[in-house]
């Protein structure tokens, strides 16, 4: 089944404490990004990777590291997270002239303590 | 600038009603693409339907059809014969292109949230 797996589903931290939000996609898409979702801002993405070691700043990328080593893989790191970084994270990955926009994972509902 | 727009936080509707969900973009580029999404209180992104900037007729998928205007630069999504499974948050969203190639982007609203009634 083509999907994007992110992992894991709920997380409670610790400020400060260093934390990865792993993503895989099965459909050997070139580009993947992540999002995050705060009430009444919608979606913002954060960074996204137009193939492997190309990524690039989006909108909200202040605290927050991406890398892509492998096409299936984009983890998000949060070196030392803070609480404002408490929200809903999604990533997703499309092709690079799709017509479907992107496919999203089930989200990540981070909380930051 | 706000690229995305959507000025209805929240919207109701009868079951079996027709509704329209307001989306106005902002672009500079003659190539684009738009696009809705649903997410339901369990929270994934559901992808609804796809129009690009080029696209002479309007789109359609099922019950969802896609009133675009580009003119006005307005992209409303039209749901028919509403059901209770409908009710959800609906996102708006913009992916620009340049040379046939999609950027990396894709712009959303601040999402408008549909009641369906019984």
């Known amino acids: 089944e083509a999907q994007v797996t992110q992992n894991p589903r709920y997380l409670i931290t610790v400020t400060g404490k260093k934390l990865t939000v792993t993503c895989s996609q099965n459909?050997?898409?070139?580009?993947m990004s992540w999002y995050r979702q705060d009430p009444g801002l919608g979606l913002r993405q954060i960074y996204y990777?137009?193939?492997?070691?190309?990524?690039d700043k989006g909108d909200v990328p202040e605290g927050y590291k991406v890398s892509r080593k492998e096409k299936r893989n984009f983890p998000l790191i949060l070196e030392s997270p803070s609480p404002n970084q408490t929200s809903l994270y999604f990533c997703?990955?499309?092709?690079?002239?799709?017509?479907?926009?992107?496919?999203f994972g089930s989200g990540t509902r981070l909380t930051v303590v | 600038a706000q690229k995305i727009t959507q000025t209805q936080p929240g919207m109701f509707v009868q079951e079996k009603e027709a509704v329209t969900l307001d989306c106005t973009y902002d672009?500079?580029?003659?190539?684009?693409?738009l696009f809705w999404y649903k997410q339901p209180s369990s929270g994934e992104m559901i992808f609804l339907i796809y129009?690009?900037?080029?696209?002479?007729q309007n789109a359609t998928e099922g019950r969802y059809s896609l009133n675009f205007q580009k003119a006005r630069k307005s992209a409303n999504l039209v749901i028919s014969a509403s059901q209770l499974g409908d009710s959800a948050m609906y996102f708006c969203?913009?992916?620009?292109?340049?040379?046939?190639?999609?950027?990396?982007?894709?712009?959303f609203g601040q999402g408008t949230i549909l009641t369906v009634h019984p």
């Open positions: 997703a990955s499309s092709s690079r002239t799709t017509t479907q926009g992107y496919t």
């Open positions: 459909m050997n898409h070139e580009y």
């Open positions: 990777s137009m193939n492997v070691e190309v990524t």
């Open positions: 672009t500079s580029d003659q190539s684009y693409g």
């Open positions: 129009q690009g900037s080029y696209d002479e």
């Open positions: 969203a913009m992916r620009e292109s340049h040379g046939g190639t999609s950027y990396g982007k894709l712009t």
